[in-house]
Nanobody, 124 residues
């Protein structure tokens, strides 16, 4: 099993930046892709961004391509999501995800592991 723990969420104003972190523990040698989803109130969970095992390939939802950057530090088993120029519509619970493959990453990605989520609230 792999455990994922997110941190870095909070309440910010529109235009601010936040960096989310997700630390993986457990059987991390089997972890390939890692990434982020989010779920806004009353909406379905949606893919935000992902990164392949070695960090060579990154994937973004259209809403995240310009303002968000995903990265990972395999020495720390941690994935990051740098979010800039935040908007009120970015308000959501952000979930870290990890998978045992690099396959199917994107809007239809179904990771094997999930974190508990961290709340991001952007006020206007």
């Amino acid at each position: 099993q792999v455990q994922l723990v997110e941190s870095g969420g909070g309440l910010v104003q529109a235009g601010d930046s936040l960096r989310l972190s997700c630390a993986a523990s457990g059987r991390t040698f089997g972890v390939y892709a890692m990434g982020w989803f989010r779920q806004a109130p009353g909406k379905e969970r949606e893919f935000v961004a992902a990164v392949s095992r070695r960090g060579l390939n990154t994937y973004y939802a259209d809403s995240a391509k310009v303002r968000f950057t995903i990265s990972r530090d395999n020495a720390k088993n941690t994935v990051y999501l740098q979010m800039n120029s935040l908007k009120p519509e970015d308000t959501a619970v952000y979930y870290c995800a990890a998978d045992t493959t690099n396959l199917g990453i994107g809007s239809g990605w179904t990771p094997d592991y999930w974190g508990q989520g961290t709340q991001v609230t952007v006020s206007s």
